[in-house]
Structures are given as C-alpha cells and as structure tokens.
C-alpha cells in the first residue's frame, strides 16, 4: 500500500518528523517533486543527518527515490550520499532516469532573475529550481538518462547552452564567461563533469525506470511512501502563484512524479501535515501574520502592534523559526483556516498531522483566522474594482484564487484557550486523551473544520514527542 505525506500549509510543516515515524513500516520513500530546496535534518540513533535531496527514509535503510518529478542536481546528490557514508551509513538511492538535471546556469539564472524580479521575487532558495522545470516544460532539459549516455548529452549541451548564453548576455547584460560565474556557460566542462556524475551513476547502479521499479517494489508487497517537499502553498498550480516553488507538492504530483496511477495513491492514505500556526519563507502574502519580518513581510503586511511582535518573537523562539542554512527569522502567524480548507479540497486528505502543538503551550489564548473579510480600501485598479465588488464585505472560507486578491484578505480571528506546558513526552506516552482539554478542543475544531480525523499530534521534536492516533499501514 502507499501512504502520501503532503505539506498543507507553506513548507516547514514538520513533514520530516512524520515520515519518521510512519516511515519506519515503509520499504521505500519517494520523493516525487522539488529538488534541493527542501532542507530537513533526520536525527538517528542520536546521529544528526542533514538533507536537502536525499528522501529521509535512506537514514533509516530503505530504499530511496527520487522520482521523474524531481530536478536532480548530482552534485547535491552524491556530496548527500558520501556525508552519510562518511557517518557509517549505506545509502540506497534511486533516481528516475526521467527525472530532469540542475545544471550550474540554473543556479546562475535562479540568482539573475530573482534579482530581476524585485517585488515579483519569490524569494527563491537560488537552487536553480524554476529554471530547471522551465527547461523541462520548454523541452530543452538535460534528463538524468541523458547523462549516462554521453552523446545524447552532448547534443542537448549544444543545443541549450548557447540559449542560455545568450540570455545571459543579451537579456541580463552580464558576461557569460566572467570568472564568477565558473563555468556554468562552459559545453566544453558541463560536458565532462556531468559525463562523469553519468557515469558513477551508472556504476553504483543509481538510474533506474522509477516507474518500472516501483510497479515492481509494490507487486512485491513492498510500503511505499511518498515524501512530500515544500507545500500546498507553494505548489505551482494550487499556490500563491508568483511566490510558489515550481513543482507540484499537492497530492496528484505524488502519482505524476512518482510515476505510479493516480488510484495508487488515492487507494492509500493521503497525510496533511499541518503546523499548528503557520510560517512562510520568502515574500507574499500571509493574512494572519503576527509581526514584521524585513525583507520578507510585504510593506503593508503584518501586524506590527508591540503585543503582535511579542507573539511572533515568541513563537519563532519556541519553534524554532529561523532558516536552517541561512538563519534568517521565518515570517509566523496563528493558522490560517481558509488556506488549510483549500488544502483539504486540493489534496483529499485521509487524516492530518498536527504538530508543534507545543510551541503554543503557555499562551494565555491561542488565535487562528477561521475566515477572511475582503478588504475593500485597498482596491488596485478600477477593473480589480468591478472584478471583486460581489466579494466586498462577505465572509471567505477558502483561499482566493488570486494572490492580489488574497493580498487583499483580513483574516477574522477565532480565540481559543490556551493550554499550559506539561512534560510532552509523559503525554505522548499516555496517548490523545493526555493532551490539554484545550489543546484537544483546539485540535477538534480543526478536524471538523477540514472533515478530516487527526492521525496524529506532534508535541517535539523527538519520535517518542509524537502521539500517535491512527496507524496507517493496517
Ligand atoms: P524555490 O523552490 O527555490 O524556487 O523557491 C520558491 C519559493 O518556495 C520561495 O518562496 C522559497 O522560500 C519557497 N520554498 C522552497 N522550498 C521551501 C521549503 O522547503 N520550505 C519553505 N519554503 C520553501
């Protein structure tokens, strides 16, 4: 069978810690879209593991894959793979030969063109993700097949390389060859580098039919998850499109990019991982957002009242909201309902993952935006004026589809009591009915909210911090 873990929310969800622990029962973890934009820390038998490509499960022994709908860069990939070797570890990592290669002028024009961008920027993670499903969608990809077969990748150099040249020139006006680009423009040294990652992908017998091999792993009875990265947020379809990542997190991306049938999926369990308040890297807009986060909260975002940035500076605290490789402070807020109704509708959810419910603990009351009212002083533009004025003043329960409308949203707050900090630990050994009355009635709302049961309640970091409602692979 197949369970699907998915973000609802804007990454950072605490996915990792679920596939932890409903990954122990699985045989094979599949990521099945992003690359290594996805930075989470797996800690084993008291080992810290960091990573960004490599699915978690590899940690644990399972097999790992990395789906078609992935971007692979193999440089990230095989530095992944010696750090674990080097820490006693023996990887098994698959990586679909449809999968498509990050190549270094996408990390180039990720940087170039976010720069380019200014208030359209996302905010990117400049892992060169955007420009390579560009390619992909333009046709003009280099494919990790293609890397084994070094004439097919010198073809596809020939023929993209000078594009890119060109666009870098022509279009951003910098020097392709200029030294602190380091090749990345060079067919010649693409070339013979992306040859070799060929090659030792090939030795180590690493590029495989990911279809073919998972058709064949669960005609053997085989677990097989599917290892959301980023979010419902931040897909590119369902997301606040521009200031999404470029691939599909959403549930249907795990049977696309996985290459198995959409009934695979949807005959398995379909995981929402939800934080029990909310975080955003990266610019846009975020309604219930507690606090003011330069650089990152737009200029009439945030709620920047002293009580407010009391509160965001708490939670990023407790939580723990600062960027794992850069350090930077996470923008945070309470839940936000209308995006995790959204969620629900978009993945079909069979039970969510409620974490850091512990964070929370010690605030006398705890807010979510239940719904949005549609600001109406803010209108942009005469025709936006005629577009929404049916929606001014009502009440919005889900996410509008446009982000200049979502900008536009006030989110309407829900109080709930808050709960005290017991030893969480003690509580997750106990089971659900040790949680806070509280925390429960906060934990319920949210269920019933979404139609949705809660499978599980994570209150730390730890396996042992997680309480464990449903099991999934009876
Ligand atoms: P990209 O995926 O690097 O192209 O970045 C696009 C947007 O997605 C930016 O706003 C990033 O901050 C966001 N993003 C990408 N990966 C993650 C993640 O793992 N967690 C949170 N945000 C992410």
Not at 87 to 113: C, K, M, S
Not at 411 to 418: H, I, K, S, V
């Amino acid at each position: 069978m197949t369970v699907t873990i998915v973000g609802s929310q804007l990454g950072d969800e605490g996915k990792g810690g679920i596939v932890d622990v409903y990954g122990e029962a699985a045989d094979v973890v599949v990521r099945y879209q992003g690359g290594d934009n996805a930075g989470h820390t797996v800690v084993h038998e008291g080992e810290k593991y960091k990573l960004s490509l490599v699915p978690s499960g590899a940690v644990r022994g399972k097999v790992g894959v990395l789906g078609n709908g992935c971007v692979v860069n193999p440089e990230t990939l095989f530095s992944e793979l010696d750090t674990l070797r080097e820490q006693g570890l023996t990887p098994d990592v698959r990586v679909a030969e449809r999968a498509h290669a990050i190549l270094p002028y996408h990390r180039v024009l990720d940087g170039i063109e976010e720069a380019e961008k200014e208030d359209l920027a996302a905010g990117t993670t400049g892992r060169g993700i955007g420009p390579t499903y560009e390619d992909k969608a333009g046709r003009r990809g280099v494919r990790i097949g293609d890397l084994l077969d070094p004439e097919v990748l010198r073809e596809r150099l020939e023929y993209v390389v000078p594009q890119k040249r060109a666009l870098v020139e022509n279009v951003f006006g910098h020097d392709p060859d200029d030294e602190q680009f380091e090749g990345a423009f060079d067919i010649d040294a693409l070339y013979e580098q992306y040859r070799e990652y060929g090659e030792r992908l090939a030795d180590n017998g690493m590029a495989v039919n990911a279809s073919a091999f998972l058709a064949a792993q669960r005609e053997a009875g085989k677990n097989v998850m599917f290892e959301g990265a980023q979010g419902t947020s931040l897909d590119i379809d369902h997301g606040s499109y521009p200031y999404v990542t470029s691939s599909n997190p959403t549930a249907g991306g795990a049977a696309v990019g996985g290459g198995v049938g959409p009934t695979v999926v949807g005959q398995g369990e379909i995981v929402g991982i939800v934080k029990g308040y909310l975080s955003r890297v990266g610019t846009g807009p975020m309604p219930t957002e507690l606090g003011f986060v330069e650089g990152q909260t737009p200029e009439d975002g945030g709620d920047t009242s002293d009580e407010a940035e009391e509160l965001a500076k708490f939670i990023r605290d407790e939580g723990g909201e600062y960027g794992t490789v850069t350090g930077r402070p996470r923008r945070v807020g309470w839940l936000d309902m209308p995006m995790l109704r959204h969620a629900a509708n978009v993945n079909g959810f069979t039970g969510l993952a409620v974490n850091h419910l512990d964070v929370l603990a010690g605030l006398d009351e705890v807010q979510v935006g239940h719904s949005y009212t549609l600001d109406t002083t803010e209108q942009s533009s005469a025709s936006n004026q005629n577009a929404t004025r049916s929606d001014d003043g009502e009440e919005i329960l889900t996410m509008p589809a446009t982000t200049e409308k979502w900008a536009r949203c006030e989110a309407n707050l829900r109080t709930f009591d808050g709960w005290a900090d017991p030893d969480w630990t003690e509580v997750a050994a106990e089971g659900y009915d040790a949680l806070p009355e509280n925390a429960k009635a906060y934990l319920e709302y949210i269920a019933d909210e979404l139609e949705t049961p809660i499978y599980v309640v994570g209150v730390g970091p730890g396996r042992e911090d997680t309480v464990i409602v449903e099991s999934v692979w009876d």
